[in-house]
């Protein structure tokens, strides 16, 4: 069954301090893997999106890495600030497959203290 | 561009009511998906359309559920009768095809839906 599973479900960190945020995913066969930024009571916003020939990929503090062998992704944020206060959901697409073909994990929680 | 727009922002109402919730896509975006969020599943795949023709509509709940495109700007998810478990933010997201497989879809900001 196709799955992608994040941790932790939650995560609270002091202002300026570093975090990574999992994602493991059983896909297969698999073509991208997004990371989508959701404020509260908005829609989610994309961060990056790595095919499965990317390792790493960076938008500005955010940087995602992709292991497509052992199927883990990483998003690491730098220097965090209070705007980045949000759920932070991996997306998996299958390859070949559809647009509708996403599989979404349920995001984990980041809150940023000051 | 203004994005995705959904109307509207809230919806309140009572079981067995009928609900519309309407979305507009970014122009010139040939894909139109409906999600539901909720704590405990995250994001579903409602339905979604290409060039107005529906898809896969493989994960409406049931038979309450319909959604329309009558036109490349306009589209509407209808709940009838509505029921206290459809309580939950409904998104509309658009993308175009382009040449890659990497589209990017890009949501709107939802319509919270209480069913009391």
């Known amino acids: 069954k196709n799955q992608v599973e994040q941790s932790p479900q939650s995560l609270i960190i002091l202002e300026g301090k570093n975090c990574t945020l999992q994602c493991n995913y059983t896909v297969s066969p698999f073509s991208n893997l997004r990371w989508y930024k959701q404020d509260t009571g908005r829609g989610p916003v994309s961060l990056t999106i790595?095919?499965?020939?990317?390792n790493t990929k960076s938008n500005g503090r955010y940087t995602a890495t992709l292991d497509a062998d052992t199927k883990q992704s990483s998003l690491h944020i730098t220097a965090s600030q209070l705007s980045d206060s949000a759920s932070y959901i991996c997306v998996v697409s299958g390859y070949g497959g559809s647009q509708g073909n996403l599989i979404f994990g349920k995001g984990t929680k980041l809150s940023v203290k000051p | 561009d203004a994005g995705v727009i959904q109307s509207p922002r809230h919806e309140v109402t009572e079981m067995g009511q009928e609900v519309t919730l309407r979305c507009k896509p970014i122009s010139g975006h040939d894909y139109l998906f409906w999600y539901r969020q909720t704590m405990m599943r995250g994001l579903e795949l409602l339905i979604y359309?290409?060039?107005?023709?529906?898809?896969?509509d493989s994960g409406m709940p049931e038979d309450r559920f319909s959604a329309k495109m009558p036109n490349a700007s306009f589209s509407t998810l209808k709940i009838q009768p509505s029921e206290p478990r459809d309580s939950a933010v409904y998104f509309c997201a658009s993308s175009s095809a382009g040449t890659s497989d990497s589209y990017e879809q890009y949501f709107g900001p939802g319509t919270r839906l209480t069913v009391t």
């Open positions: 790595m095919t499965f020939s990317e």
């Open positions: 359309f290409n060039n107005n023709v529906p898809i896969d």
